[in-house]
């Protein structure tokens, strides 16, 4: 059977947009050889590995080796040293089950969850942006930095920081510069401002509650 790895180009591209900025911590990749009868040979004495028959797959790091590939293959273009950049990699030999099972494994790490995620972004307009606005201004401590949803007894917040992030790159697709950055940030914050003076039960827990029984702004 064909293993089709499970791909993201928006993750492809984060991560390449990461490594040309010099932003990127590089981490682990997992590579394992499929062989047979002592297709792989490794000396421990003098740290050789000698590959005489196998098929080198990826049980880890595929989106990070597609951006180093896409790098690579623009490199005249972007002018970028790819040398800049040193990956650990981690090499098996385990037969077809067993990296089954090591693929498993990995899968089972901890998932931060989208908002959670994007609230730790430095390197991202618009998260810089929500970030900045759960600071100061109409929506301070509003939006939810921990979670994608807001449950019926959060007291304390409106929005999940993930929601407001996917809305913000909807309306504004692409930012370009820190003047834009500051220019969007200024109007979200007039806009907010507009929009708790317009409804005013958006402020507090009790008038969430209460609209939601005749109306549907809170929603």
Request: charged letters at 25%; hydrophobic letters at 35%; proline letters at 1%.
């Given at each position: 059977d064909k293993d089709v790895p499970i791909r993201s180009e928006a993750n492809i591209k984060a991560i390449q947009g990461l490594i040309m900025r010099g932003k990127y911590f590089p981490d682990t990749l997992t590579l394992n050889i499929l062989s047979e009868d002592n297709g792989v040979l490794y000396d421990a004495a003098t740290s050789e590995l000698d590959i005489k028959d196998g098929l080198l797959c990826i049980l880890d790091g595929y989106h990070r080796i597609k951006a180093i590939h896409n790098i690579?293959?623009?490199?005249?273009?972007?002018?970028?040293?790819?040398?800049?950049?040193?990956?650990?990699?981690?090499?098996?030999?385990?037969?077809?089950?067993?990296?089954?099972?090591?693929?498993?494994?990995?899968?089972?790490?901890?998932?931060?969850?989208?908002?959670?995620?994007?609230?730790?972004?430095?390197?991202?307009?618009?998260?810089?942006?929500?970030?900045?606005?759960?600071?100061?201004?109409?929506?301070?401590?509003?939006?939810?930095?921990?979670?994608?949803?807001?449950?019926?007894?959060?007291?304390?917040?409106?929005?999940?920081?993930?929601?407001?992030t996917q809305a913000i790159r909807d309306a504004f697709k692409k930012i370009d510069s820190e003047k834009d950055e500051e220019e969007i940030l200024a109007f979200l914050q007039e806009y907010f401002e507009e929009l708790m003076l317009l409804f005013p039960q958006m402020r507090t827990y009790e008038g969430r509650r209460e609209s939601k029984d005749y109306e549907l702004v809170c929603e």
């Open positions: 690579y293959l623009y490199t005249q273009e972007f002018n970028f040293d790819l040398t800049k950049i040193i990956f650990p990699v981690k090499i098996t030999n385990y037969d077809r089950e067993e990296a089954k099972r090591q693929f498993r494994q990995y899968s089972l790490g901890m998932k931060i969850n989208s908002s959670r995620s994007e609230s730790f972004n430095l390197d991202d307009a618009v998260s810089n942006i929500v970030r900045e606005l759960n600071f100061h201004g109409a929506l301070e401590g509003l939006i939810n930095d921990k979670t994608n949803s807001i449950t019926e007894d959060n007291k304390e917040h409106i929005v999940a920081f993930a929601t407001l």
